[in-house]
Each structure stands twice: as structure tokens, then as C-alpha cells.
């Protein structure tokens, strides 16, 4: 099998593993990496949502070979690690307006949550509603609106 090396929360992998299996498998049955949930397979519900290079993605929707060697995979597991804490200031927010009810989505809806404040400090200018709305993360539960009270408070902290 082809071996396929990239970092991984702040260390290198490598995986024996075909091309074409997608980054999601590799993470959660090869690395045991849980946070990424399986929701639909497609990058549509956003539950995987991780983060490649500091960008929101999906690895429900790329292959393992479409990664190289210097790119950085942050999952929610990762996530502390980036502020040096023990939690992200955004799973303070989460914690500070009970956001979650099932969870599932959670680690999904706080990685999106994390890039959108990202790109909007890297743009010059605090998160806005228009920011908000752009987010698609699907929350079966229906906290949208704790969700977007936790991303304000949480883009306040960092």
C-alpha cells in the first residue's frame, strides 16, 4: 500500500493506506481521531469539519493523496493546542453558553467557528452577522442561536 505522510495535530503521520480512501477513514479508524463525526459523507452536514494549512475543510471529502507532507491537519483534539490551553477560547464559549445538547455537530460548528473569526481578523475587521450566516454547519438540535451568541464570545476572548 502507498504510504501517505502529513502532520497531525502538530505531529508528523504517516499512514499505510490506498489513495483514494478519504481523509475522514484515515483519521478516525486509522489514528483513532474521534472528534470528526461521520454525518453525511458528502462535506454537506459539515460534522468532519476540520482544519488543513488553518482553513475550515472537509475530510469526509478529500483523499488521503490529495495530502502532502508539510500540510497541517488540525482536528477539534488539536484545537487547545494552537492557543497553548487547555481549552480553545471558542470551547470556552461553547461551555459558557451550553450550547450543545446532543454534541454531535459541536467539534464540526467549533472548528467552522474558529476559521470564520480567522479569516475575519486576517481581513481586518471583528466576526459580523453576514459572517454568521455564511456558516452552513447543520446542528440537528437546533442551537443555532447559542451557536452564534458562543462564536461573538468566543471571538471576544482571543
Known amino acids: ?42 462535506g454537506v452536514c459539515q460534522a468532519c469539519t476540520s482544519h488543513i494549512n488553518g482553513k475550515a475543510f472537509n475530510p469526509c471529502s478529500v483523499p488521503v493523496k490529495d495530502l502532502r507532507p508539510t500540510d497541517e491537519v488540525t482536528t477539534i483534539e488539536g484545537l487547545p ?9 471558542m470551547q470556552e464559549a461553547w461551555l459558557e453558553h451550553d450550547v450543545a445538547q446532543c454534541g454531535y455537530c459541536q467539534p464540526g460548528q467549533i472548528m467552522t467557528a474558529v476559521a470564520k473569526v480567522r479569516q475575519a481578523r486576517e481581513e481586518g475587521r471583528d466576526i459580523s452577522e ?29
Open 81 to 89: 493546542a494552537t492557543v497553548g490551553k487547555d481549552l480553545h477560547p
Open 130 to 158: 453576514a459572517d454568521l450566516d455564511e456558516i452552513r454547519n447543520v446542528c440537528r438540535c437546533g442551537t443555532y442561536h447559542r451557536i452564534r451568541e458562543a462564536i461573538v464570545a468566543g471571538a471576544k476572548k482571543y
Open 1 to 42: 500500500m502507498p504510504e501517505h505522510t502529513f502532520i497531525l495535530n502538530g505531529r508528523p503521520v504517516t499512514v499505510d493506506i490506498e489513495d483514494d480512501v478519504r481523509l475522514l477513514w484515515v483519521l478516525r479508524d486509522v489514528l483513532g481521531i474521534t472528534g470528526p463525526k461521520y454525518g453525511c459523507g458528502l
